[in-house]
């Protein structure tokens, strides 16, 4: 089973409009979790940092959520612009052996 | 400008050749990571460093290695290479070597093995 799972793989939406990201996790937690944007070609970068103490964070348009219990986070992006397509990839919290695991992503296109 | 830079930017070479992927973490960063990202597929994590010792260690195959120098730049080496080897290779840095710090990514290596 994957250690984390994005959904959905890809998403369409229109300039303007909201969307909800997911992300699914079983490791046990012993570093924070991260949101990260990947432009094509490029490097990701960091949107959000999350230690278990924080159910919700935001960042400009973009807030994170967490919920440590059902190990579960999303990613609202508000009132999207065309800059905003890209990947968004969870990162979920390095596990016991500190290997990182990236999640594949979801490709966000926005359409003006 | 995430303050990460990669050398060579593109690199094109043959089977079993070897070929060496250097990267300058940001300034104030001890932590190095390496990644490989082939065509639509997630990021792999191969290795970290932190202040010149290895941290954690990935899905590295053996004929791959790496180091961080004194002045913490890092160098992954890559030998035997093979078709499969294609890809986009990431190095980030962080000022902590345990996760809770962000990591910042340079723009890649794009290897491509003919």
């Known amino acids: 089973k994957n250690q984390v799972e994005q959904s959905p793989q890809s998403l369409i939406i229109l300039e303007g409009k909201n969307c909800t990201l997911q992300c699914n996790y079983t490791v046990s937690p012993f570093s924070n979790l991260r949101w990260y944007k990947q432009d094509t070609g490029r490097g990701p970068v960091s949107l959000t940092i999350m230690t278990f103490s924080e159910n919700t964070k935001s960042n400009g348009r973009y807030t994170a959520t967490l919920d440590a219990d059902t190990k579960q986070s999303s990613l609202h992006i508000t009132a999207s612009q065309l800059s905003d397509s890209a990947s968004y990839i969870c990162?979920?919290?390095?596990?016991?052996?500190?290997?990182?695991?990236f999640g594949k992503g979801t490709r966000l296109h926005i359409l003006p | 400008d995430s303050g990460v830079t990669q050398t060579p930017k593109h690199l094109i070479t043959a089977t079993g050749q070897r070929v060496t992927l250097r990267c300058s973490p940001r300034s104030g960063d001890l932590s190095v990571y390496w990644y490989q990202q082939s065509l639509d597929q997630g990021l792999q994590f191969l290795i970290q460093?932190?202040?010149?010792?290895?941290?954690a260690k990935g899905n590295i195959l053996e004929r791959f290695s790496a180091q961080q120098f004194p002045d913490l730049h890092s160098e992954l080496n890559l030998s035997s290479l093979e078709l499969g080897d294609s890809a986009l290779y990431f190095c980030?840095?962080?000022?902590?070597?345990?996760?809770?710090?962000?990591?910042?990514f340079g723009d890649g290596t794009r290897l491509s093995i003919l």
């Open positions: 980030a840095s962080s000022v902590d070597g345990v996760g809770n710090q962000p990591q910042h």
């Open positions: 990162v979920p919290p390095m596990n016991r052996d500190d290997k990182i695991i």
């Open positions: 460093y932190y202040n010149g010792e290895e941290r």
